[in-house]
């Protein structure tokens, strides 16, 4: 069973699916395992950990930041709010997308969100764009569905799980009342 | 008109910095941003004054936030923490107040929900009387421990609402209940439980005919015990959810009317295809009987109508007669239940009446992948065999139609007889069970007609991986691969084969590898070139072409597929092992509304089985 475990540790993360009202009330990072390369989590305050999200929404702003390396920071806008998202040169893929698309359009970007603490002491995720594509809308609206679909589960999920019960406790927030927030996305659609 | 209002409000700001703004130009952005993107106004005016802004080298300072306004009425359960709120509800109960500091406590409703309220004692505010509706103005939603609370303080205001505008009282569906309400029901008892513990006084079912739902009586509320059998008006009873199940509760402030015969609601006949859990009138055949295994059953059987079939079951109860087999009735309030997710009909004493008429019945065959636990009808072939597994069963495998392939089995008893591999059989009232997620239909009791002549193109079982791609490795697109035969390795950049080396005449193949990522689980992912060229549109001769004429050569046709496909959603089909995916079969997914309708039922907090 060692050779099992073993070949678990390489096993991608999962992208998680997380609407921009969670994500930016999200603070809690944590590492898992001790060495370097274990990789860093933040926690939803609906009880799951991510290292890596899939996220689709309205490009609205690009902005370039001065300095030698070239460095966006960009917002995408879905029903529930805005996600801000920074593409470096680390990420040459991101960058060489983004060079070419304008504001606004409908993206997909997968990334790896992190907490960073704003002048004023307040905490903000950021996503680290690991590729962003410009799509059409029907994905942007499969997105909301399918990030609707897995809050839901979430929202809804037995309660004996250990991300689930650290979540309670750090953010003090009923689960539930993340419901308004996917009624409103699901909502914003006009069939 | 609100984005000529926009318009005005950045070229002044510009104007006035000294950089005059091509008008049609800002307009034409921000009907861009608005209509074409939906995006919000706010949010519109923000990213094009930044765009400006930085053209011109400014400084734009970021708003605060804006405060809620506080005048109109909000639903209670829109409430959120921080907020200050005006509602009218309906005072559903007062706690004792255990502090000075507070007045009252207690907890107030509306159609949409319920929120506990705390009066301080400094508000000076009118006592509330428990059952009378109130206006609440300048109210502050705060929270603690998760839980969302309003507090009425001396800047609050507190009226009466006069009788004529209060709401009549409605009696909610069972299916309509969401959690968090204080409503009024009306139903029949189906089942009592004794109380398990000495804070309640009694567990009950309560069914009408949209649903069922748990009913539990408070020891506190005094209530007189309900009895199995009898309908009930419940007003003002509390709902709540724990695991997914949705429950009632009878407190002190309840009121409990026994109803008379004349005050049942009548239930009108329902299609078998279209109950649910709940109370129902139907009329049926009955297609099966079955010998009781157990004392405390009569009889098990199976109903059918035009529209489909169910199983029934009659319990040992004074006053209690089985049905004949082939006859038609008419059954008034039945109870359905769901079980294993399949429905059962309980027929309950006296309520079934003959039907003289006999009307034959063409059944109702189902497509495989349309198949529910339950009773069902098909035609398929035995597709498979399974080895035996278990001395009880005589025969287990697939079986397949046009649009797939379910689990069957055959129990060892004195009538079963087995199926011979490729036969065509037209399959009548056979019983559909699930297990792990896994549908299994058992042939026992089941009729079963062989047809000889028949043939059908069952098509093979397959997964189906639907998820976004994340990510195309290196080795997508067009490859080369060695032409040993059984061999076909992928080569290198320089043609070379890790066992067979150099090889210059050398396969085309076009594939794609990647990551397809479900939101839950990442597969490692190949798609093959009949996949490929289904999904991209692109042949592999066309890939070829592109190839060669292109300096970047193989690396122009992973662009292009890495553009075509990267960070959007697939249904995928194929074999899956662990955590790998071999997809032979692609297509991009598209917007589902049904699908959409369904979350938007399931957001609402819908009751869900």
Known sequence: MSDDSANRRFEREAAKRVFAAELRESYHHFREGTDDKSPTFILLPTGERCNRVYIAGTLTEKKKSEGEAVFYQIRVMDPTGIFFVSVGSYQPEALHQLSSIECPSYVSIIGKPGVFQAADGRNLVSVRAESITVVDKSVVDCWILDTARLTLDRIEKDTDDPDHQKAMEIYQRSFESWRPRVKEALASIQL | ?609
């Not at chain 2, 098990?300 to 009659?314: H, M, N, P, Q, S």
């Not at chain 2, 004949?324 to 009446?353: C, H, M, T």
């Not at chain 2, 005589?394 to 129990?411: A, P, S």
């Open chain 2, 1 to 609: 008109m609100e984005l000529k209002e926009i318009a005005d409000r950045i070229s002044e700001k510009f104007a006035a910095a000294g950089h005059p703004i091509d008008r049609a130009k800002l307009e034409e952005k921000i009907i861009r941003y608005v209509e074409e993107f939906s995006v919000p106004p706010t949010e519109a005016e923000r990213a094009i004054t930044g765009d400006y802004a930085r053209q011109y080298g400014m400084e734009i300072p970021s708003p605060g936030s804006s405060r809620q306004d506080t005048g109109s009425v909000s639903l209670i359960s829109d409430i959120q923490a921080e907020q200050w709120v005006t509602i009218e509800g309906q005072v559903v109960t007062l706690i004792p107040s255990r502090s000075p500091s507070v007045a009252q406590n207690g907890v107030i409703s509306d159609s949409s929900g319920a929120i506990r309220f705390t009066v301080w004692s400094k508000a000076n505010a009118p006592v509330m009387e428990q059952g009378k509706w109130y206006r609440v103005e300048s109210a502050v939603a705060d929270e603690y421990n998760g839980q969302v609370s309003l507090k009425i303080h001396s800047g609050t205001t507190i009226t009466d609402i006069s009788p004529e505008l209060i709401p009549e009282p409605v009696i909610t569906p069972i299916s309509d209940i969401k959690p968090k309400q204080w409503i009024t029901v009306e139903g029949k008892i189906t089942t009592t439980f004794p109380p398990r513990s000495p804070s309640i006084a009694q567990t009950a079912v309560l069914a009408d005919n949209t649903g069922t739902v748990r009913v539990t009586v408070w020891a506190s509320a005094n209530a007189m015990e309900l009895e199995q059998g009898q309908w009930y008006r419940l007003e003002l009873v509390e709902t709540d959810e724990f695991n997914g199940q949705l429950s009632i509760k009878v407190h002190s402030g309840t009121k409990i009317t026994p109803l008379s015969r004349d005050e049942i609601p009548q239930v009108e006949k329902t299609p078998l295809s279209q109950v649910s859990p709940g109370i129902f009138t139907v009329e049926a055949k009955v297609v099966a009987v079955e010998r009781p295994a157990v004392d405390q059953i009569l009889q098990r059987g199976i109903l059918a109508d035009e529209t489909g079939a169910i199983k029934f079951v009659i319990r040992n109860t004074p006053g209690a007669a089985p049905l004949e087999e082939n006859q038609w009735y008419e059954i008034s309030g039945a109870v359905i239940d769901r079980f294993r997710g399949a429905l059962s009909l309980q027929v309950p004493p006296g309520s079934a009446k003959p039907v003289m008429e006999d009307r034959s019945i063409r059944p109702n065959i189902v497509p495989i992948t349309q198949v529910v636990p339950g009773v069902v009808c098909l035609r398929a072939k035995m597709f498979q065999e399974y080895e035996g597994t278990s001395d009880r069963i005589l025969q287990n495998g697939l079986l397949g139609d046009e649009t797939g392939t379910i689990r069957f089995i055959i129990w060892k008893d004195e009538d079963a007889i087995q199926l011979v591999p490729d036969m065509v059989y037209g399959i009548y009232y056979a019983s559909v069970d699930e297990f792990n997620n896994r549908l299994s239909v058992s042939l026992n009791g089941a009729t079963i007609v062989p047809d000889e002549n028949a043939t059908i193109h069952v098509k093979p079982p397959s997964e189906e991986v639907k998820g976004a791609m994340v990510h195309l490795s290196p080795g997508s697109g067009l490859i080369k691969r060695c032409p040993v035969e059984g061999c076909g390795r992928v080569l290198s950049r320089q043609n070379y084969c890790p066992v067979h080396e150099i090889q210059p005449n050398y396969v085309y193949d076009l594939r794609i590898k990647g990551w397809l990522d479900d939101g839950q689980k990442t597969y490692d992912t190949i798609i093959s070139r009949e996949g490929v060229e289904e999904l991209t549109g692109l042949s592999l001769a066309s890939a070829q072409e592109m190839a060669e004429n292109n300096p970047l050569g193989l690396d122009t046709v992973f662009y292009h597929v890495n553009e075509l496909v990267l960070g959007r959603y697939l249904v995928c089909r194929g074999k899956t092992f662990d955590n790998r995916l071999f997809a032979y079969n692609c297509e991009f997914r598209k917007f589902d509304p049904g699908m959409h309708a369904e979350l938007v039922n399931r957001a609402e907090g819908e009751a869900h089985e």
